[in-house]
């Protein structure tokens, strides 16, 4: 029976859901459902990373190590979005604004009474002064957990970047070498059609990887430009 792990990514986000399609690989037992339609535009432009069951217990060996990686971006890709979901809601801004306008209204709410400092150089933690709105304090206090998830987000996305290119390269020295794939000679046709794509889903990931780590760096650069003068 086939086997799937799918990675689904907006853009370059990814969110990773574990199928169980019969003897599915071990992880979340969430599957997609209609209710996950009302994400509208943002599932259109959706598309899916699944690694396939390819028959070969040493090569699906090797797929199965894309798990703990593609678990990487999708927490991460969660870590990042809750970023500017909650700062736009806690300062009563229309879902969709961008981040950095949703920080330019922070900075004019709070009157410019927020101190903004970069903890070794990467993500930045907030401090209000005295006498600003609740919903500015609010908003400090949500960007301040958002970033926090993130302070080794980047370290994280390197690790499974290199993670899934060693497995990509890995399964394609193996695949060069059907004798090793322990299967009848008729049986490996089809696992290496099904080896090879996997391979180039597995390059997709690694992909996504880099997109998340420029989408950090974007968010810190965003703080910088409108703090700027604080």
């Given amino acids: 029976m086939r086997k799937l792990f799918i990675i689904t990514a907006v853009g370059l986000f990814a969110t990773a859901t574990f199928v169980p399609v019969e003897n599915a690989w ?3 037992k969430d599957q997609p459902t209609e209710e996950a339609g009302e994400e509208g535009e943002a599932e259109a432009e959706a598309f899916d990373i699944v690694m396939e069951e390819t028959g070969s217990a040493s ?3 090797v797929f199965k190590k894309s798990e703990a990686p593609l678990e990487t971006i999708a927490t991460v890709r969660a870590d990042v979005a809750s970023v500017n979901t909650n700062l736009v809601e806690a300062l009563g801004l229309s879902q969709g604004t961008p981040f950095k306008d949703a920080l330019t209204d922070l900075q004019s709410k709070a009157e410019g009474k927020i101190n903004v400092a970069f903890e070794d150089n ?3 933690t907030f401090k209000a ?3 600003v709105p609740d919903n500015v304090n609010a908003a400090i206090e949500g960007l ?3 970033f926090g998830k993130l302070g080794d987000a980047g370290d994280k996305l390197t690790a499974a970047g290199e993670q899934l290119v060693e497995a990509t390269t ?3 020295d193996l695949i060069s070498k059907p004798k090793d794939l ?3 000679a008729t049986q490996i046709p089809k ?3 099904k080896g090879n794509k996997n391979v180039k889903k597995l390059k997709t990931g690694a992909e996504v990887t880099k997109g998340l780590v420029e989408e950090l760096a974007t968010l810190a650069t965003d703080v910088k430009s409108v703090f700027a003068s604080e």
């Fill in 26 to 28: 071990a992880g979340k």
């Fill in 59 to 61: 090569l699906d060996g």
């Fill in 122 to 124: 990467k993500m930045p």
């Fill in 129 to 131: 002064e005295e006498g």
């Fill in 144 to 146: 301040n957990a958002s």
């Fill in 170 to 172: 890995e399964a394609a």
């Fill in 182 to 184: 322990g299967l009848k």
């Fill in 191 to 193: 696992a290496t059609s």
